[in-house]
């Protein structure tokens, strides 16, 4: 059985920082490209950053310079290192898990919630 387990969400104020995991099981991890997706309320579910088994990473422009993605492959894990925090990026936060060969799996989100 799959499950990918999403945990660090909260509640921060403006220009804080959240550490996201994403604790992946039930499948062959470096198979898989990891990613972090948000939806907010009343907007379609967006790409914030994706990683590679070989660490090559994308993030939205939206997130640049303050988000990093990482994973630990011994672990099973995937990261998302949120700083500078903004109201805007209050969301719900899913990670993913895709490969072309096994499938697509997700994640039941946690929540961010960034004050101003």
């Known amino acids: 059985q799959v499950q990918l387990v999403e945990s660090g969400g909260g509640l921060v104020q403006r220009g804080g920082f959240l550490r996201l995991s994403c604790a992946a099981s039930?499948?062959?991890?470096?198979?898989?490209?990891m990613a972090w997706y948000r939806q907010a309320p009343g907007k379609q579910r967006e790409l914030v950053a994706n990683?590679?088994?070989?660490?090559?990473?994308n993030l939205a422009d939206s997130v640049k310079g303050r988000f990093t993605i990482s994973r630990d492959n011994a672990k099973n894990t995937v990261y998302l290192q949120m700083e500078s925090l903004e109201p805007e990026d209050t969301a719900l936060y899913y990670c993913?898990?895709?490969?072309?060969?096994?499938?697509?799996?997700w994640g039941q989100g946690t929540q961010v919630t960034v004050s101003s």
């Open positions: 993913k898990a895709e490969s072309i060969w096994r499938g697509t799996f």
């Open positions: 039930g499948i062959t991890f470096h198979d898989y490209i």
């Open positions: 990683i590679t088994f070989a660490t090559n990473s």
